[in-house]
Every structure is written in structure tokens, then in C-alpha cells.
């Protein structure tokens, strides 16, 4: 955009010129009709409700459907006019449309390409929330065997533990110290973690299966009638060709935790 306005300098030029010469006369009234006409291109191309700025993007949309359409990469030079293009509070909700028409069109090239260029806008929690669920949608599309991935855990009945109430959490062995699935349980029934028991979208059951992660599982029991809780930790390499795996805890893994 700035090559616009050094146009717009270079065009002044010879009008100065022309104004500084002891000949000119009705000095005022040709710089002010220069001034005119010069800031009224000026708003044709870059001002808010500039309407070759508007045609200016419809090309820029056509050209990024055409390569959505194809299903290929986006180019960077294609890219870079999205970024001198767009204003910025609208960069997001363009490109959320472009990897929605994407995922929906099954063009998953272009879905992945997109959003490998355009994590950079997103910048507040909100907006990062934004981009790992497109993310995610993006995974599911290209692994939808593992779009309902879970892990369920069958928990062997303690005689002696009254009202049973803990919670239960999955780690990346050396990974960050964020849960990848987490879940509260009342009794020694079933407990089924699924994707959707992430606090972060796709950082889940199916990212560690995908990548072959260990995964270390921490759970805190505690029994109204025992003085100390109870703890339970291990560390599971699951079948990664199955989104669906069980573990069971029995009686005899739970330590107990001091209070």
C-alpha cells in the first residue's frame, strides 16, 4: 500500500515546481484543485469505503478459491496480499471461511496449507481456542477413524472405600504438564475419556495415539472413611491402531497419599 502513497508524492512534484515559478499565476486555486484531485484518488484506492479496494479483494477471494477449489497449497506470494489486503480485525473471519469451504469441499491440501500460514493471527486465548479447533477439524478429516477416540478405565471394587469420589487425568509422558483428557468420578463404575475431555482442542486422546505417545495416567481417590486418599499412577503405551483402548485399576495399584 505505501507504493501508493510515494505515487502520490512523486505526482506533487512538478505541480511544486510549477507553483514556485515567479510566472504561475492563481497559485492558490491549482493547489488546492492538485490537492483535490490527489487525495481523491487517494480514497479510490485505499480509503475505508474505497471500491476499487473492494474489487481488489474479490480478486484476491477468486484467486484463493481457485487454488481451495484445486485442492492445492496456497502460494506465499498469494498469501502476503491476504496480508497487505485484509484488515486485520477481519484476517480471522476470512480465513476461518476459507478452512471451513475447505474442510467442507474435502480439499484437505488446502485446509492444512492455510492453516500453517495463518496461526499467526490468532493472538488472544479466544482466538487460539479458535485455531486449534479448526485444527482439530482439519485432524478428524484426515483421521476420522480417530475422531471419537477414547480410553475407557474399569476400576476394581474397593470393599472398604465408603462414598468414593476422585478425579482422574492422562499426561504426554515428558510432555507439558497439560492434561490431555481429565474427568471426576463417584463410584467404581466405568469411566470413559474421550477427545472432548480435553481443555484444549486437539491436544487429546487422538493427538497421542497419532503420534505414539506414552501416556502416564494419575488418578486421586478418596473414601469418607479412610484417613488418607488413595493414588494411583502408571504409564501406558497404548495400541495406537485403535482408537479405542481400556485399562482396568485394581485394588491393589492404589498407594496411599498422605492429606
Given at each position: 500500500?505505501?507504493?501508493?502513497y510515494l505515487?502520490?508524492f512523486f505526482?506533487l512534484?512538478?505541480?511544486?515546481a510549477y507553483?514556485?515559478?515567479?510566472?504561475?499565476?492563481?497559485?492558490?486555486s491549482?493547489?488546492?484543485?492538485?490537492?483535490?484531485i490527489i487525495?481523491?484518488?487517494l480514497f479510490?484506492f485505499?480509503?475505508?469505503?474505497?471500491?476499487?479496494?473492494?474489487l481488489r479483494?474479490?480478486e484476491?477471494?477468486?484467486?484463493?478459491?481457485?487454488?481451495?477449489?484445486k485442492n492445492?497449497?496456497i502460494?506465499?506470494d498469494?498469501?502476503?496480499?491476504?496480508?497487505?489486503?485484509?484488515?486485520n480485525?477481519?484476517?480471522?473471519?476470512?480465513?476461518q471461511?476459507?478452512i471451513?469451504?475447505a474442510?467442507?469441499k474435502?480439499?484437505?491440501?488446502?485446509a492444512?496449507s492455510?492453516i500453517?500460514?495463518?496461526?499467526?493471527f490468532?493472538k488472544s486465548t479466544?482466538?487460539?481456542?479458535?485455531f486449534y479447533?479448526?485444527?482439530?477439524d482439519?485432524?478428524?478429516a484426515k483421521?476420522?477413524v480417530f475422531k471419537d477416540?477414547?480410553?475407557?478405565?474399569e476400576?476394581?471394587d474397593?470393599?472398604?472405600?465408603?462414598?468414593p469420589?476422585g478425579?482422574?487425568?492422562?499426561f504426554?509422558?515428558?510432555?507439558p504438564?497439560i492434561?490431555i483428557?481429565s474427568?471426576?468420578?463417584?463410584?467404581?463404575?466405568?469411566?470413559?475419556?474421550?477427545?472432548?475431555?480435553s481443555?484444549i482442542p486437539?491436544?487429546d486422546i487422538?493427538?497421542?495415539?497419532?503420534n505414539?505417545?506414552?501416556?502416564?495416567?494419575?488418578?486421586l481417590?478418596?473414601?469418607?472413611?479412610?484417613?488418607?486418599n488413595l493414588?494411583?499412577e502408571?504409564?501406558?503405551l497404548?495400541?495406537?491402531a485403535?482408537?479405542l483402548?481400556?485399562?482396568?485399576?485394581k485394588?491393589n495399584e492404589?498407594?496411599?497419599k498422605?492429606?
Amino acid at each position: 500500500m505505501i507504493y501508493i502513497y510515494l505515487l502520490a508524492f512523486f505526482a506533487l512534484l512538478p505541480i511544486f515546481a510549477y507553483l514556485l515559478s515567479q510566472k504561475t499565476k492563481n497559485k492558490g486555486s491549482i493547489l488546492g484543485i492538485s490537492l483535490i484531485i490527489i487525495l481523491s484518488c487517494l480514497f479510490i484506492f485505499v480509503g475505508k469505503f474505497s471500491f476499487l479496494g473492494s474489487l481488489r479483494n474479490q480478486e484476491l477471494n477468486t484467486d484463493i478459491q481457485s487454488y481451495i477449489a484445486k485442492n492445492n497449497d496456497i502460494p506465499i506470494d498469494l498469501f502476503i496480499k491476504f496480508e497487505d489486503y485484509i484488515e486485520n480485525k477481519d484476517k480471522i473471519f476470512w480465513i476461518q471461511s476459507y478452512i471451513g469451504s475447505a474442510l467442507s469441499k474435502n480439499k484437505l491440501q488446502s485446509a492444512e496449507s492455510l492453516i500453517s500460514l495463518s496461526e499467526k493471527f490468532f493472538k488472544s486465548t479466544e482466538e487460539k481456542f479458535i485455531f486449534y479447533s479448526l485444527y482439530t477439524d482439519l485432524r478428524n478429516a484426515k483421521f476420522p477413524v480417530f475422531k471419537d477416540a477414547k480410553i475407557i478405565i474399569e476400576f476394581e471394587d474397593i470393599k472398604d472405600c465408603s462414598n468414593p469420589s476422585g478425579d482422574i487425568q492422562f499426561f504426554i509422558m515428558n510432555g507439558p504438564g497439560i492434561a490431555i483428557a481429565s474427568s471426576e468420578f463417584s463410584n467404581f463404575s466405568s469411566l470413559t475419556l474421550t477427545n472432548s475431555s480435553s481443555s484444549i482442542p486437539g491436544f487429546d486422546i487422538a493427538s497421542a495415539y497419532l503420534n505414539k505417545e506414552t501416556i502416564d495416567i494419575k488418578a486421586l481417590l478418596n473414601c469418607t472413611n479412610l484417613a488418607s486418599n488413595l493414588f494411583f499412577e502408571t504409564s501406558i503405551l497404548f495400541d495406537q491402531a485403535l482408537p479405542l483402548n481400556t485399562y482396568k485399576i485394581k485394588v491393589n495399584e492404589w498407594f496411599k497419599k498422605e492429606q
